[in-house]
């Protein structure tokens, strides 16, 4: 499911009246956030209602506090309890991941994360990492929605992620909730990267970061076309078509399905 999610949805883990309704905003996934999204004097109580979530046979993903906070091993042992998969946030230290035996999603979101990415996207269990372009704009001090400032580090994930044979990432949240011409603008940048999904803030970002991921009817038409010819090297509307172009056909169509 992470491998091929498009669109994750956080809630905040102290709102346990959400989790419902996050789980039926149509999201591939939904994350339910001990870390940002929860004040210190509310960890505990978070950490109970996501306890209870999954008790009750419910299904999800648990961003968990960092390694060192006071938080950590809780947290942890909550996941390990369950066997959920994970999102770690600030992830630098292949060594603090190759310790947490369950599926793993790492936040790439410092100046020394974006150095270590490689061996990030190739610890033991990662399944595919995440943009925090926000943090890591508060790092660099720069403005977290300016693409070009952050274009290097995007760029960066996308090819350790392709080196470790790993799931394209996942791009940071837009924080922009009134103008969907900017998440609009936000998914086309991304996906013209390399980036395979998005991280969501709120259920009405999903359908459209669904919808910017998968491929358009034109794409899909151009790859049966591709295929139809055949695996020797031919043209198909103009265009030369060997092996990696047959490739690339054969992933769209993967893609839906």
């Known amino acids: 499911m992470i491998a091929a999610a498009r669109a994750l949805l956080f809630v905040p883990g102290d709102r346990a009246e959400r989790f419902a309704k996050a789980a039926a905003s149509g ?41 060192g906070t006071p938080w950590f091993q809780a947290d942890l042992d909550l996941v390990v309890k369950h066997g959920c998969p994970v999102v770690v946030p600030k992830a630098e230290d292949p060594g603090v991941l190759g310790g947490i035996d369950v599926p793993l999603v790492p ?33 660099l001090g720069v403005r977290h929605d300016d693409q070009l400032a952050l274009g290097y580090a995007r760029s960066r994930l996308v090819i350790a992620s392709a080196a470790a044979g790993i799931a394209p990432p996942l791009d ?23 980036f395979g999904g998005k991280l969501c803030i709120h259920p009405k970002q999903v359908s459209l970061v669904r919808k910017g991921f998968s491929p358009s009817e034109e794409e899909l038409e151009w790859a049966r076309k591709v295929l139809a ?26 893609q839906q399905g």
């Open 27 to 67: 999201a591939d996934g939904v994350i339910l956030d001990l870390e940002d999204a929860v004040g210190e004097a509310d960890k505990d109580a978070a950490r109970a209602a996501v306890d209870e979530w999954f008790s009750a046979g419910n299904k999800g993903i648990v961003r968990i506090n960092g390694a």
């Open 107 to 139: 936040i790439i979101e410092t100046a020394r994360g974006v150095e270590a990415a490689t061996a990030v996207c190739s610890a033991h269990n990662v399944v595919r990492v995440a943009f925090g372009s926000v943090d890591l704009a508060t790092d």
């Open 172 to 194: 940071g949240v837009t924080t922009n909730l009134a103008d969907e011409a900017v998440l609009e603008d936000d998914i086309r940048h991304a996906l013209r990267l390399g």
């Open 229 to 254: 010819a055949g695996d020797s090297a031919v043209a198909v509307d103009g265009q030369m078509v060997d092996r990696p172009v047959v490739e690339r056909a054969r992933r769209l169509l993967a």
